[in-house]
């Protein structure tokens, strides 16, 4: 089952320091784009390395991963302060619809996945992973300590940095969403992240893509462990359509 770590990459840092909600955009890209129909609102992920042009009638829209950085003075030495500039025009606030026209939530990020793209929505006051055709995404399944699947759930972390950025997730917005998809869509299981952390026995187990509890094969340098929420997000009629809101 595909791990969430390697969903985004890295860009696990980026969510977690967020200290209000934002873009968030995949760390191995340097900026995400969608073409963005004017009339229905309609998503459509721009990928590859070529510089990709819209449809007549459709609009682009780009999210940074972050800023070039600025020029550096002289060895030694340091520059003085330029004046405060103006403040800049408030960009438009995005919402995301489903396929009734009602309002989902408000637009964090969009970002690839394997086969499309995911969109992250803040419902309410948490963010959750939906694919454009309103499903709630399986976005990896966690680990288990027993063969069953019925003890805490944790999070893998392949390395320090992405053990730090996980612990970094406890107490945000932000939730991981697993469902079974073989051989349909199933039940969907929400966590949120704590800051405690378990060094990895010899074996360790997870879901599989029909939900059997299966050995875990990877060899992770950490657990984070995760604690499982009563209520979570639901599937939504697609698809899911961005509007001004």
Same mark, same amino acid.
């Given at each position: ?148 699947? !019925? +003890?805490?759930?944790? &999070?893998?972390?392949?390395? %320090? ?6 612990? @970094?997730?406890?107490? *945000? ?35 599989? !893509? +029909?939900?059997?509890? &299966?050995?875990?094969?990877? %060899? ?6 995760? @604690?499982?929420?009563? *209520? ?14």
């Amino acid at each position: 089952m595909r791990r969430f770590t390697a969903v985004f990459t890295g860009g696990i840092v980026v969510v977690a320091g967020l200290a209000a909600v934002g873009p968030v955009a995949p760390a191995s890209a340097g900026t995400v784009s969608a073409c963005v129909k004017k009339k229905t609102g309609e998503m459509r992920m721009l990928t590859g390395t070529k510089k990709r042009k819209c449809a007549k009638g459709w609009k682009k829209v780009t999210w940074n991963q972050e800023g070039p950085q600025g020029s550096t003075g002289s060895p030694g030495s340091t520059g003085p302060q330029g004046p405060q500039g103006s403040t800049g025009a408030t960009g438009p606030k995005l919402v995301v619809k489903d396929g009734t026209g009602a309002t989902l939530g408000s637009l964090v990020s969009i970002f690839p996945g394997d086969a499309a793209f995911f969109v992250l929505v803040l419902v309410g006051d948490r963010i959750y992973s939906y694919q454009p055709n309103g499903r709630v995404a399986a976005m990896g399944s966690p680990v288990f300590l027993d063969s069953s699947c !019925a +003890s805490t759930p944790y &999070v893998t972390a392949a390395n %320090a940095d992405e053990e730090a950025g996980l612990v @970094a997730l406890a107490g *945000t917005q932000f939730r991981l969403t697993f469902r079974p998809t073989a051989p349909t869509p199933g039940n969907i299981s929400t966590y949120s992240f704590t800051n405690v952390t378990l060094t990895p026995p010899g074996t360790i187990y997870e879901w599989n !893509a +029909s939900g059997a509890c &299966v050995l875990d094969t990877s %060899a992770p340098s950490a657990l984070v462990k995760l @604690a499982t929420e009563a *209520t979570g997000p639901s599937d939504k009629p697609g698809p899911l359509t961005l509007a001004e809101g």
